[in-house]
């Protein structure tokens, strides 16, 4: 086991950053969105509670309409997601609330499909958050 580090890193005047859902410029951002068979439009909505650029890192609040489908993708960064509410189907796997998912920097999942009452999920990127297309076509 390493020996623990003998100086603090602590910086002068850093403070812990406090968020709440409800806070006025806590706005819902439609990331994605498809046209369902029957005419009507499902999306996935995010919340950006934190999205700093040094060190980089997004966490998000995500809601997904009943039936959304989201590609195979990955990311530029290591991802953890989170199911808090409803249930996912990620490629074959069900995961339903209370699931993680933990995806290591290069691996892509998918597709992502919400349950029948749709699904949220908290969501932290540990770097670039920005996504890459498993499957272009």
Partial sequence: MAEPPTTS??????????????????????????????????????KWLAFSPDPQYLSIYAEYDPGMVVRRHGHFS??????????????????????HIELPFGAAFGPLVAGPEGVTMFEVMLGDPRSWGDDPE
Wanted: glycine fraction near 10%.
């Fill in 9 to 46: 890193p602590r910086i002068a005047g850093k403070e812990p950053v406090f968020r709440h859902l409800d806070d006025p410029d806590m706005g819902w951002r439609a990331v994605h969105e498809q046209r369902n068979r029957d005419g009507s439009i499902s999306q996935v909505r995010e």
């Fill in 78 to 99: 290591p991802h953890i997601v989170f199911v808090l509410k409803g249930e996912l189907l990620c490629g074959d796997t069900p995961c339903p609330e209370g699931t």
